[in-house]
């Protein structure tokens, strides 16, 4: 990331000194269950990285607690303190999903009378039929390619203390599922994860950023991103071959060069533009940005001034 004079660059060994150590509430056994297919994290990185994170994040959600409570008195009326919402952005393959996995299971235990969900963009993707339809299924994971009217109705929603069914999104099957819903249930923390969650303007008016209360953008180098990308491809490849219904079966089943020369033309094609035009240009609107290195080590630490 080139110098930024809107953020403080924190290297690791500093950020680490920023929290003092307690008892540890992972391990490495349930860390191994939190994180993505093809990621890497430690109870290190844990201590090191996520539990000052989380701290800072408490420091924020106390000043939206309080400034609620003042808007309260301003008003002579009892105000209820709306849902945080943190939002988690940056590229495919970078992470993203781990790191909020991993925020929903350090908070809720950090903070047990808080009640913490976790939803992800991916629901609000058009179904593949109407991909197709429109011609845009190549586009999938463009702004174009997202129901933002939805999504941005859902937070408003969640942010005036309603319950909100969400549409479910399946990895495996490449699509919406059909008839699937996640229900929000007026929670005091909401993450939302995905790569545009710092991007498009549903109008001219009104960004899904908006409605975050705290941001983190998960940030690397666009060719080690690459590398994890086709790594982890491969891995899907690797089990896919069980499951005729997966997405993946198709591939691996096939020529695994075939299939290998596909994905880095997908990548090439889908998610490097996709980075470099639509997620790349939002990064500067997060509150804190993570950089990672080779074997998805967070270097370095980005905070913004103001």
Request: aromatic share 12%; charged share 25%; net charge negative.
């Amino acid at each position: 990331m080139k110098e930024n004079i809107n953020y403080y660059e924190i290297p690791r060994s500093e950020w680490q000194g920023y929290y003092a150590k307690e008892h540890m509430p992972l391990t490495q056994e349930e860390l191994d269950g939190i994180k993505s297919l093809n990621d890497r994290i430690s109870v290190q990185d844990v201590e090191d990285i996520y539990m000052p994170l989380c701290h800072l994040i408490h420091l924020y959600m106390k000043e939206f607690e309080s400034l609620t409570l003042s808007k309260g008195l301003f008003l002579h009326r009892y105000v209820k303190v709306p849902p945080f919402i943190i939002g988690v952005a940056g590229s495919v393959a970078v992470g993203k999903s781990t790191a909020a996995r991993l925020l929903q299971t350090l908070l809720s235990r950090l903070f047990s009378r808080k009640m913490v969900q976790l939803i992800t963009t991916d629901g609000f993707l058009y179904p593949n039929a109407i991909l197709e339809e429109r011609g845009i299924m190549n586009r999938k994971g463009f702004p174009e390619s997202y129901d933002m009217e939805r999504l941005i109705q859902t937070l408003n929603e969640v942010k005036s203390g309603k319950e909100v069914d969400i549409p479910l999104y399946s990895h495996q099957v490449y699509d919406i599922v059909p008839g699937g819903f996640e229900t929000i249930q007026q929670p005091d923390i909401l993450i939302v994860e995905g790569i545009n969650t710092l991007q498009l303007p549903a109008n001219q008016q009104i960004y899904v950023s908006d409605f975050f209360d705290f941001s983190i953008f998960m940030d690397a180098e666009p060719k080690l991103i690459e590398k994890w990308y086709l790594e982890r491809f491969e891995s899907l490849l690797d089990t896919a071959f069980l499951d005729p219904k997966n997405y993946y079966y198709q591939f691996a089943i096939g020529d695994r060069q075939a299939a290998l020369e596909m994905s880095r033309s997908v990548w090439k094609n889908v998610n490097l533009k996709n980075l470099e035009e639509f997620i790349l240009p939002t990064r500067g609107r997060a509150d804190i940005i993570l950089h990672k290195q080779e074997n998805h080590l967070i270097d370095r630490i980005y905070l913004r001034k103001h």
